[in-house]
T-cell receptor, first 111, second 114 residues
C-alpha cells in the first residue's frame, strides 16, 4: 500500500460527459502529480500541484482541469469526454526526497 | 529538454538467467533517476533510485541499476530472473530544476518464461 488513494477504481461513462477523479496523497506529501496511461502512449505527465498551487503542466488537454484543495487532496476533472480519453489515470504524491508514490489508478472507459 | 528513453518495448528472458532493461536519459543538470514496476491493473511501485554516490544502486526484489554518466544510461539489472518479475518497467528522471517534475520512459514489458 503506497498510501496514495484514488477513487473510483473504475469508471464507465458516455462520450460528451464529464467526470471527476479524486486523489488523496500520502500524509504530509505536498506535491500531487497526475498521469495518463494509455495503451499506445505509455505514461504521460498531465499536471502537478504543490500545496494547493499549480506547479507544472504537461500534456494536459484544455478539456481537462485539476485542483488541489486545502486538505491537499486533488481532483482531476475531465469534460466533453471522447473515446480516446479512455485510459488509466494515475495520481502520485511526493516530498522532496525524490521518490514518488503512486495510487492504484482509475480506469476510465468512455463508450 | 529532459527526456527518458527505453529502447526496448519488450524483453524476453528465461527464468534463472540474468536480465537487463535499458534506459537512457537526457537532463540539463544532475539526474535523479528512478525505476518503477507496474503489475497488471496496479499502480506503479518504486524499485530504486539514484541521486548521488555509488554508481551501482540496489533496490527491491533483488533488482539493481547501474548509473553510467558517460553513456547517460541507467539500466535495470537482476542476476537471476523469476517468473514473478514479469511486469511493465518504467524508468524515470526527476527534473529538480523544474518543480520536481517526473519524466517517464514509455515502459518495457519484461516476460520471464519458466
Amino acid at each position: 500500500d503506497s498510501g496514495v488513494t484514488q477513487t473510483p477504481k473504475h469508471l464507465i461513462t458516455a462520450t460528451g460527459q464529464r467526470v471527476t477523479l479524486r486523489c488523496s496523497p500520502r500524509s504530509g506529501d505536498l506535491s500531487v502529480y497526475w498521469y495518463q496511461q494509455s495503451l499506445d502512449q505509455g505514461l504521460q505527465f498531465l499536471i502537478q500541484y504543490y500545496n494547493g498551487e499549480e506547479r507544472a503542466k504537461g500534456n494536459i488537454l484544455e478539456r481537462f482541469s485539476a485542483q488541489q484543495f486545502p486538505d491537499l487532496h486533488s481532483e482531476l476533472n475531465l469534460s466533453s469526454l471522447e473515446l480516446g480519453d479512455s485510459a488509466l489515470y494515475f495520481c502520485a504524491s511526493s516530498v522532496d526526497d525524490g521518490k514518488a508514490f503512486f495510487g492504484q489508478g482509475t480506469r476510465l472507459t468512455v463508450v | 529538454a529532459q527526456s527518458v528513453a527505453q529502447p526496448e518495448d519488450q524483453v524476453n528472458v528465461a527464468e534463472g538467467n540474468p536480465l537487463t532493461v535499458k534506459c537512457t536519459y537526457s537532463v540539463s543538470g544532475n539526474p535523479y533517476l528512478f525505476w518503477y514496476v507496474q503489475y497488471p491493473n496496479r499502480g506503479l511501485q518504486f524499485l530504486l533510485k539514484y541521486i548521488t554516490g555509488d554508481n551501482l544502486v540496489k533496490g527491491s526484489y533483488g533488482f539493481e541499476a547501474e548509473f553510467n554518466k558517460s553513456q547517460t544510461s541507467f539500466h535495470l539489472k537482476k542476476p537471476s530472473a523469476l517468473v514473478s518479475d514479469s511486469a511493465l518497467y518504467f524508468c524515470a528522471v526527476r527534473d529538480m530544476d523544474n518543480f520536481n517534475k517526473f519524466y517517464f520512459g514509455s515502459g518495457t514489458k519484461l516476460n520471464v518464461k519458466p
